[in-house]
Every structure is written in C-alpha cells, then in structure tokens.
C-alpha cells in the first residue's frame, strides 16, 4: 500500500516555463513534507520543505504548495532551467517520528534547453 | 563541513552471503537512517539509529541489521543475501530528526549474483 503517490514517472519541459510536480499521500497523520532532487549516481538532495500548519513554502525558484484537505501536494519550479533535470521524490513524515520517510516513487523531469 | 559518506560504494556479492555496509554522517549529526532503493519499489525505509539506538525501523525481514557507534558511525548488515537485495542503499543523516533535513550519501551499490 503506497501511501505517498507521484502518478507521473517522467516530466517535460521546456526551459523558462514552469514543472509542474504533483504529490498524493493517504496517510492523514503525515504532517510535514519534503522534495529531494536525485541526479544519477548521487544520493538525493534536499530541495524544500512544508509543514502542514502551512499551505505554501518559497525558497528562490522552488515553491511548494499543500492542499491538506485533498492529501496533495506539488512542487513548483519556476523558471525551470535544464540543470533542474533530475527524478523529483517527494517524501512525507509523522512529526516525532524521527527521521522516518515515506518517499513517492519519483518523477523524472527533462528540462529542453 | 564533510558529507555523508558510504563505503564501498559498489559491492558484489553472492546468494546466501552477508554484508557489511558503513555510513559515516556529517560532523555532529547523531541520526542516520537507511534506505533501499530499487527500481520497482522506489526509495524504502530500513530503519534509523540515534545516539547507538534504533529508534524507528521499517518493513524489512530480520535479516536487515544495523548499529550505531559512539562517534555516530554507521553499519548495516545484511545476511543470507537473496537476488532482491540487489540494490542502492543509502544512508541519511541530521542533526537529531524531522523537521532537521536529511542529507543523503551517494549510496553504495550492492550486486548479488
């Protein structure tokens, strides 16, 4: 039973638009979330975070966006560049749950120059 | 300030070994968390240790272990090696858990033939 869902395995876009990255989860107890970024051979890296006492988190290019009430989020990048190409997973937590993540499968976007 | 390091970070191994993965965390982070990530189930949790304690564990068989020592290194152990334990296993650390970010190793790649 996946309880965090990315439903789209790969993303194109071309540079200076905007991704688009989107996120369910199930598990209402989640409360706080996260988007790595993961390029080949390296571990992923964090990217942004939201709690859920929020409904929006900006950092420079990156805005995440939570919809508690349909179990949705979604990562933004504007404007996408081709060095954002890379797979997307974002990650959900229970709070007091340590360093617990629950991943999503990923989405692997494609920046066009 | 140095990353999270892992070693080896490719292994081959055969049905019905064990193995010995090392994580090293950043300087003054005392939480380390495993994952495995294969292509069909995406990045799981294995468990997480803080100050030498397991404090959270995931869904994996007893034959998945691991350990912390005092200076926050650390190991896992996997034994009787099966052919879906193929693949990349990645260690996180932080400072003491969420909402502290995980930074993530590249992970050591492990091949079991």
């Not at chain 1, 051979?41 to 349909?70: H, M």
């Not at chain 1, 404007?79 to 999503?104: E, I, K, R």
């Amino acid at each position: 039973d996946q309880q965090v869902k990315q439903n789209s395995p790969s993303l194109s876009v071309q540079e200076g638009r905007i991704s688009i990255l989107n996120c369910d989860y199930t598990n209402s107890m989640f409360d706080y979330f996260l988007w790595y970024k993961k390029y080949p051979a390296e571990g992923p890296t964090f990217l942004i975070s939201i709690s859920s006492i929020k409904d929006k988190n900006e950092d420079g290019r990156f805005t995440v966006f939570l919809n508690k009430s349909a179990k949705h989020l979604s990562l933004h990048i504007v404007p996408s560049q081709p060095g954002d190409s890379a797979v997307y997973f974002c990650a959900a937590s229970v709070d007091n749950a340590g360093n617990m993540l629950t991943f999503g499968g990923g989405t692997r976007l494609m920046v066009k120059p | 300030k140095a990353g999270v390091t892992q070693t080896p970070r490719y292994l081959i191994k055969t049905r019905g070994q064990q193995v010995t993965l090392s994580c090293s965390p950043i300087s003054g982070h005392r939480s380390v968390s495993w994952y495995q990530q294969t292509p069909g189930q995406g990045l799981q949790f294995l468990f997480e240790y803080f100050s030498e304690t397991q404090r959270n564990k995931g869904n994996f068989p007893g034959r998945f272990s691991g350990r912390q020592f005092s200076n926050s290194r650390s190991e896992m152990n996997v034994s009787t090696l099966e052919l879906g334990d193929s693949a990349l296993y990645l260690c996180a650390s932080s400072l003491q858990g969420i909402p502290d970010t995980q930074y993530f190793g590249p992970g050591t790649r492990l091949t079991v033939l």
